[in-house]
């Protein structure tokens, strides 16, 4: 008996989930695609049964650490996810520079005490491109509302020598999270979500945690935080000890953030920046308050930190499984290797990447070989406004029309529900096609919904179709985002396990269509 092929089966099955071509309008015309449900056993075999993701999110956080641009930690982990592309017998692996960034910073030394009213250690972590105390410094505490530079001065000029400041009222709230917004000032009751149901897959308020704006807006947007610059100059000048802002999350995490005016820091303009810390939101909240009421604070503290100067090149790593009758065109995928120093880096963006090169090693090891090539980016200085890929993008111009597609994993470590549609009018039926087989997965959803902050829209910023997977939130936003609790014991290997499968089949589906992926109209 003559047995039907597993893709046709495949074919099948999907036929029965969406209109007959002959009854749908032709502008919703639906094209069959190739969906090979052999090629899905073999990569789910791979990716369950001989899975590296975790050893390669364990390398990245736990051996190198924490991966600040233009940091020397940051460019070893290119050379390494280098090296193990190649050992997975990848091709065309390199490690590209995109761009100068600058000078790097890295952290050296921190130690901190609260003497009085009564002894505690200070919890706190520098800012990124801050400068280092004078040596282990004692001072009091003052706390003083942001402001800005001239009101700073005519109020406070004079009188900062050799105080610690804090720098603006503790944090009440932080923006809305999917359902509702975070109120530091209660308890967790009801819990918060930390994974999709599928009635909230399917609620109509369900946005994208980080929405996508067009470019201009987000240039500018870039412009905000420097609004403090001339402050922590001011501070400079002033001779101050050190500056302290309270830590936007609870729980004694620290979420760090950048010193107002990086970028010139990190050029070199400006002189040695003002030493500045993020202190716990909990410690942070207990001093301001003793400052207003009178009570006299002390501290002492040491912040050490040290500029990166041999290498002033930015660089991303990337590799190939070189595809067949159309391997002159690519489907892309990736994800960021640079982190913040609160903590490892591991659920932004050690997990993206771990998923992303054992996507590879699976497409490698099952010896499928797509009809078009697939591409792995892995982008550094992601945190650093998309300098990465942005330069990739920019150096490569005569690439564009060969891109397929880019598919992006950047939203924390859980497993992918589905996909955000960043408003392509014809993707939908091609991803649910895709995405039926992966039902099981819990790969349930085309979400509509324009995200931004991730790879995907330098991608669609320049007519390639761009997107980004939909994730279940876990404890992202609220804990571990750019936090001292983005540690590996935050990554579940189940759930990378089955972004990797995701991540390789969707890959390895798009690479097998019958023609490119469409772009957008006027693209």
Known sequence: ?????????????????LPPLSTAPLAAQVVAERVDLGALAKIREEATQRSQVMAIAGYLTDVIGPRPQGSRAVKQANLWTAEQLRGFGLANVVVEPWGTWGRG?????????????YPQPLVAQPMAWSGSTAGLVRASVVALAH???????????????????????????????????LDYMRMEDPPRARRFTPEMLDDPKLRPDFLWSPQQVRLDRRKVPERFEDVMRVFKREGVAAVLVSSPIPYGA?????LPGWHNIRAGIGGEPVAALVASFEQYGQLWRNVRRGIPVEVELQAQNRWVTDDSLGYNTLAELPGSDKGDEVVMFGGHLDSWHAGTGATDNAAGVAVAIEAMRILKATGLTPRRTIRVGIWTSEEGRHLGVGGWIAKHPEQWPKISVYL?????????????DQSHPTMQPIFEQLFTPLRPLGVLKVAK?????????????????????????????????????????????????????????TAYTLA???????RKPGR
Not at 5 to 13: E, M, P
Not at 254 to 258: D, F, N, P
Not at 472 to 495: Q, V
């Open 254 to 258: 620290i979420r760090v953030s950048a």
């Open 147 to 181: 402001t800005d530079s001239a009101t700073l001065l005519r109020e406070q000029g004079g009188k900062l020598k050799g105080k610690v400041v804090l720098w603006g009222a503790p944090p009440l709230d932080q923006s809305t999270y999917y359902y509702e917004p």
């Open 449 to 505: 919904g324009n995200v931004g902050g991730n790879e995907h829209q330098d991608f669609d910023d320049v007519g390639i179709p761009g997107f980004t997977f939909l994730q279940d939130p876990l404890e992202y936003l609220i804990r571990t985002h750019h936090s001292s609790s983005d540690t590996f014991e935050r990554l579940i290997p189940e759930d990378l396990q089955q972004a990797a499968t995701v991540m390789a089949w």
């Open 512 to 518: 097998n269509r019958e023609g490119m992926f469409p």
């Open 408 to 420: 992006n994993l950047d939203n924390g470590a859980g497993r992918i529900r589905g996909i955000w």
């Open 1 to 17: 008996m003559i047995r039907p092929s597993r893709t046709v089966l495949a074919l099948a099955l999907l036929a029965t989930t």
């Open 105 to 117: 910073w890295e952290r050296v030394r921190y130690v901190g005490n609260v003497l009085t009213p």
